[in-house]
């Protein structure tokens, strides 16, 4: 059988974290390099070759937009280079589930890109970096694992990028999905999944963004006022996401105030902050100009409408219908 082909683009994270004690709660991200973690791996006697690229090696609270694009040409090349099998993305758990979805929607779907953190530094007693590592090879290596969208992999589940959010922040079982749990359970010997690929062939949904247009996100919270959430627009704002309470609820005051926004031609969507929300279009939204997310998270919702707006859909009922097909 011929050794699986892997490319590993790293990007710092708790995985190449280390605090210099096994048993220490501070810790330092992004302190291992590419060559020494597949180093590890390569001690455990995984059959697979590995070409690693180091992108960055930072916590994943500072990535963002310069990042993102040196890391998707990365994953593109590997994806159209013929002697690749996959890709395997290490990445902090922090906003690996935003990275996930940006790469879900623009990457195309016909080779397995997997990306996977870890709950503890390379030092700690128990850590679970090289165990999600490991699976994450055993996933990147399967045959049916192309054909359904980007895949994380953590603490021995794979969850697909639209369903995926860190539920805990001090768990090695720290993530969870919505409106689906996880869709696989593996561990370094074996994998299993739960359906069949769902995506075989589909080519990137939209393309990556340049430049990316300017979209808000305001947290509901009881005493909120339209004061407060007119300071989080500019004249560069495009659109807006509601993170609000409930099924996208939100003070009448500031309600009123986004409706006027809306009116004005600029983009509302209307999401939850609960953790586990299905917002579907209530008989207020057609008068008010706001769009429902569905199962979409507000943070994943921002990016969707980033993405529609700089491929030029900026019409509410096309983005509408992007939202109802998730």
């Known amino acids: 059988?011929?050794?699986?082909?892997?490319?590993?683009?790293?990007?710092?994270?708790?995985?190449?974290?280390?605090?210099?004690?096994?048993?220490?709660?501070?810790?330092?991200?992004?302190?291992?390099?590419?060559?020494?973690?597949?180093?590890?791996?390569?001690?455990?006697?995984?059959?697979?070759?590995?070409?690693?690229?180091q992108i960055a090696n930072i916590g994943s609270e500072d990535i963002g937009e310069q990042i993102w694009a040196q890391l998707h040409r990365a994953a593109l090349a590997a994806i159209n280079d013929p002697a690749c099998n996959g890709v395997i993305i290490t990445h902090g758990t922090d906003t690996v589930e935003e990275t996930?979805?940006?790469?879900?929607?623009?990457?195309?779907?016909?080779?397995?890109?997997?990306?996977?953190?870890?709950?503890?530094?390379?030092?700690?007693?128990?850590s679970d970096g090289l165990r999600n590592f490991a699976n994450a090879?055993?996933?990147?290596?399967?045959?049916?694992?192309a054909g359904r969208g980007v895949l994380v992999v953590m603490g021995d589940k794979v969850f697909a990028a639209r369903d995926i959010r860190?539920?805990?922040?001090?768990?090695?079982?720290?993530?969870?999905?919505?409106?689906?749990?996880?869709?696989?359970?593996?561990?370094?010997?074996?994998?299993?999944?739960?359906?069949?690929?769902?995506?075989?062939?589909?080519?990137?949904?939209?393309a990556y963004p340049d430049p990316w247009p300017e979209v808000a996100l305001i947290y509901i919270y009881a005493g909120i006022t339209a004061d407060v959430a007119a300071r989080q627009i500019t004249g560069k704002t495009r659109a807006v996401i509601v993170a609000g309470v409930g099924e996208g609820n939100m003070p009448e005051a500031v309600r009123d105030y986004l409706a006027g926004l809306a009116k004005a031609g600029m983009i509302v969507v209307r999401a939850s902050r609960v953790e586990e929300a299905?917002?579907?279009r209530a008989p207020s939204d057609d008068e008010l100009g706001f769009i429902a997310v569905r199962a979409l998270r507000p943070a994943k919702a921002r990016i969707l409408v980033q993405l529609m707006l700089a491929s030029g859909k900026a019409d509410r009922v096309a983005i509408q219908a992007e939202f109802d097909r998730r």
């Open 137 to 145: 090879v055993q996933v990147v290596s399967d045959g049916d694992a």
């Open 1 to 53: 059988m011929t050794q699986p082909r892997i490319t590993v683009l790293a990007t710092g994270g708790t995985i190449a974290g280390k605090a210099g004690s096994a048993t220490r709660h501070d810790y330092r991200p992004g302190q291992i390099g590419i060559d020494e973690l597949l180093g590890q791996v390569s001690a455990l006697g995984i059959d697979s070759q590995f070409r690693g690229q």
């Open 166 to 206: 860190k539920a805990r922040t001090a768990s090695a079982d720290a993530f969870a999905g919505y409106p689906r749990d996880e869709i696989g359970l593996v561990r370094p010997s074996k994998l299993e999944w739960f359906g069949a690929p769902w995506r075989s062939g589909e080519e990137a949904r939209f």
């Open 100 to 126: 996930a979805f940006l790469f879900d929607q623009t990457l195309p779907a016909d080779k397995p890109v997997v990306m996977v953190g870890a709950m503890r530094p390379a030092d700690a007693v128990g």
């Open 278 to 280: 299905l917002v579907d």
